[in-house]
């Protein structure tokens, strides 16, 4: 161990890098300190007193104001800060009052080694500062030049303007108290560099290896966080070991093929690695967004601006801590800057259902508000999100620099502005694909996530940039960080409870129907709301079309079948769904479940999206998912039911959307939402999953925070067992206290399993014990009196093992549900299960529902889509469908026909054929795909002026419902196509 004053010079230690101010030391105390009375040190003192005499509070301050580089002034004020009351500055100092006195100008990284001085008496001597100083600091810079070649062994100091070290290493640590404009060129520092917050933007780099830089403000109090990674943005190239870049304007799979356009967010920018869009410069990273001259061209599309999107994936990922980015951002319609964070790995599936934190962002139209949001929830459409907006100060806004931060725990998330909190959540669940639960709580934030920054240029959140948007818009950087928590333990999660609520007496009351909706039948004015000025009516419709969407239309009352129908005739679609919108206002209660059924026709097939939603003042959360319904020339009726599981919202949406879509006109009557909790009830079916697994939560990682929903564990017979499913293996840990005396005195379970006669089936696990062992695997009957199967000797070893079982059920049953038993009993040893399905691989093929594929009885079943970039007529002439294309649009999409609810089997094999020809050469797209656009067919097919067939053979994975899609947008000419003998049929 060092001894006290060595580590009081730690404290000192952080020093730079000039010629090492001790050529040789001397045993001599006085010889020892000679150059730093040379160096300045302690210039204005007298000289000529004994080193071993106390020093005064004024001498000691005179000392610090040279080694920090601040004025004497200062220092004494900072002197009475830290002795609570008037000094006398001619009075000797204790080392108690130097150790406070210092502590105010040191980073708290470097204060542990001083607390050996806490509370001391003895008064300071000089010679004690000087062997502090010369023993801690082993290169001083304290004027203006340039340095080279330095080989530092030790600790650095630098308190000068216009200090460049060139090519030189380092050994310790470097510490930069004060001064402007220093340049660290090709220098090595292996220990830490300390730049006093003051003067950060003061230092730049250029090739140099920093092991970890720290800007301090002494003024700080320690903190429970502590730094774990971060950027300065000191080096002249930002780098390359800290961000990469995501590249172009199109989500992309991982075959390079196009999954979506402007990131999904309708943005019109191209992203670059380029410098033109993304440098640093002054100690900041800048994100220039561009209008440029000449288009972005790449394979998708082409683009009028490009910008800069920076990520740690792959390079920095972090589950729980404190984010924190300070920054400025630009203002101008349609810029969007953002900092926020996504997972590392899609540990719960596709977006949202592992989460996204945005920690800021922006719409550059409004400067006074930025807003911070959760997405998580079911694979979107059916997605949902929280947030809150933060409104600047008056005279503040976020056009200057602005500390944006969340602190991130196990089941809380904390959003901050400037280290004020706004916003606080602990409510959220994540459900994915196959489940028959969500997953346990606090998923989905219970992985790594990393972080991004980003100027996007247009896009949902704030619209396109118009004539007023002044080009480039810049977002500068100063600094990202990221914080462990070491000070104390992170919280435990715990999970939400929804408690009953009951609507209060002045909210918006059912009428005796029980419907929520108000003028059902369209008898009062329809409120239009056609500029941000405007405002929703809260009680009855509203009909809104907003300039910045673009979308322009009228909707007026028609008579349908002696009812009232609002009918919204469409001018201009827009650039949002959201462009036109029927709104009206409700509340829905937290925990509680609600119907939403309406009757709505076209006078073609198109697509609306409906939802119950939340409105501006909590972001437009999704409450419902978004519901798209298929519309076509006939009335029909359409429901959808969903569980309210955000907080009570007594202004809630109900809404219908309209935009971006085409210009067919939509009509939609008898509109009601119902309170429908108290018949909603838990269903107690178990069917098969999507995947066609019969086991819900085989993975022991779905339901409550135990992990163990739908499964049992038992013992009789003076057995004992225990099961737990810790949160880091997430597998059912089954611990054998007292094992009986058969097999069958422990069972772990699971039942209410759907069996059918005479079927076969397949059962996997992964299974290992605590020593060797056997343990039975049988599927019974539901009260467990009849077996249809039995393995009696599966063998365990210590190491985790996948096992297949394959069986046949009789052809008699007992019941139409059944139990899958694992029977642990009868010998020692702890057994852990997981990754348990079983899955029936007998195929029973389901009626594929598919009509008319000879267009004999005209257009019945099938449907046509004609997007509003597009101009095609669709028709059966001479018993063939003909789709007449003026315009094809400019996405394959753009014109399509189609056939609608054709069931598919999981395993079955199957085969799709048609005739067909075009007047001009082209391909075409065929698929066959559900309603979240899961293709399980999808084939290009050339077209030329000759009828032809065409054959193709699949295989379903899963059990679906699906559309056959002829897909023939995109292509130049005018022209038409035709087709015949359509046929989907069991191979």
Partial sequence: MKKIFYCLIVLFIVLGSFTPV???KSDGKQEEGIQWYEEGLF????????????MSYQEYAVVLSHLFGVDEKEVIKKTQEATNDPVNLRSAIKQGAAKNILTEFLPNQLEEPLDQWEHSDKPLKRKDLLQLVDGFVNAYYNEAGEFEG??????AWINASGVTISESTISGDLVIASGKDILLNEVTVNGTVYIDEGIQNEVSTVNSDLNRVLVYDADEKASDWSLVWNDEFLSDEIDETKWSYDIGNWIVDENGEGVAAG?????????????????TEDGQLVIKAKKEEEPISDEFGTYDYTSAKLK?????SKKYGKFEAKMKLPEGQGFWPAFWMMPEDDVYGPWPTSGEIDIMEAAGKDTSKIGGTIHYGEEWPNNTYTGKEYHFPEGEDYTGYHTYSVEWEPGEIRWYVDGELYQTLNDWFSKGENQGDKYAYPAPFDQEFYMILNLAVGGWYGGDPDETTEFPGTMEVDYVRVYELTGREYKEPVEPVVEEETLPEDAKQPLEDGNFIYDQNYEKGINVVDSPEKTLDSTYWNFLKLPEFQGEGNLTIDELGGENFAKTEIINPGNALWSLQQIQKLPVLKGHTYKVS?????????????KVSGGAERGYPNYSGEKTMGLTENLQSYEYTFKFNQ???????????MGSNGTAPVWIGNVRVEDITDQAGEDPSKPALGDGNLIYNGTFDQGDMTRLNYWELSSQNGADASVVVPESSRKAEITVAEEGQQPGDILFSQSGIPLAENQEYELTFDANASESRNIQVEVVSEDGSVQYFSEEAVSLTEEMAGYTLEFQLPEELSGEVGQLRFLLGGEDGDVTLDNIRMIQTSVIVAPINFQNGDFSQGMEPWESYIHFDANAAVDVVDEELKIAIENAGNETWSVLAEQKNLSLSKGAAY????????????????????????????????????????????EMVKDDVTSLKFLMGQFADAHDIYFDNVKVEVK
């Avoid at 309406?598 to 006078?603: E, H, L, N």
Wanted: aromatic share 12%; no cysteine.
């Fill in 22 to 24: 001790h050529a040789e």
């Fill in 647 to 657: 907080d009570t919202d007594l202004a809630a949406r109900l809404e219908f959307n």
């Fill in 911 to 954: 085969k799709l054929s048609f005739d067909a020809k075009s007047t001009l050469a082209r391909d075409i797209e065929v698929t066959l795909e559900n309603a979240n656009y899961t293709r399980y067919l999808s084939e290009t097919v050339s077209l030329n002026e000759d009828m032809e067939h065409y054959e193709f053979q699949f």
């Fill in 43 to 54: 210039e204005g003192l007298n000289n000529k007193k004994n080193e071993s005499a106390s």
């Fill in 150 to 155: 330095q080989d530092i062994k030790g600790n």
């Fill in 312 to 316: 740690t994936k792959g390079l920095f």
């Fill in 263 to 279: 990131w999904g967010n309708n943005e019109k920018e191209y992203y670059t690695d380029s410098s033109e869009n993304s440098y």
């Fill in 598 to 610: 309406f009757d709505a026709k076209s006078s073609t097939t198109r697509d609306i999206m409906t």
